[in-house]
């Protein structure tokens, strides 16, 4: 799997960034929509996202739209700083999108199958065509700007 992904995915090249500081969390007025990040586990993602033991040559997304997957851990500073990013975005985009959790502390199977060294690592899935990689811990605006672009198509 680790070399169908190394191969099949583009990865994105997004400078990491530690910027959780940004005050606009509060500023939430245009959106009243109650979306929430989703925690997955290897049984999860296996229904949800891909079953990589069943088909470990190929990628087929299983889900019905795209999905934005944190690959992190409870320790991880970077990670802290981006858990509330995604959140926002969670309830920013609504049901357009998934954006689901990843804990690699966890399900470390799962994160060694896709050869997740760094955390926060970041797979966009989009519902056609093959997942793309950024690291690291993107300032809002670069994953909305990846999210239009590579998920949404915008």
Do not use: H
Request: glycine share 6%; aromatic share 10%; net charge positive.
């Amino acid at each position: 799997m680790k070399k169908l992904l190394l191969t099949a995915a583009c990865f994105l090249t997004f400078a990491a960034c530690a910027n959780g500081g940004n005050s606009s969390q509060k500023n939430k007025t245009e959106n009243t929509n109650t979306m929430k990040t989703i925690a997955l586990t290897k049984a999860d993602f296996l229904t949800k996202v891909a079953n990589y033991e069943k088909n470990p040559t190929e990628w087929k997304y299983l889900g019905d739209k795209p999905a934005l997957i944190d690959f992190y851990a409870s320790w991880c500073g970077p990670c802290k700083a981006l858990a509330p990013v995604l959140e926002e975005l969670a309830a920013e985009y609504g049901d357009s999108i998934y954006i689901y959790k990843v804990n690699t502390e966890e399900e470390q199977e799962l994160a060694a199958a896709f050869g997740i060294r760094s955390i926060p690592t970041l797979l966009f899935v989009p519902r056609d065509g093959k997942p793309q990689i950024a690291q690291g811990a993107l300032p809002k605006a670069s994953l909305k700007e990846a999210i239009d672009k590579v998920l949404l198509n915008k």
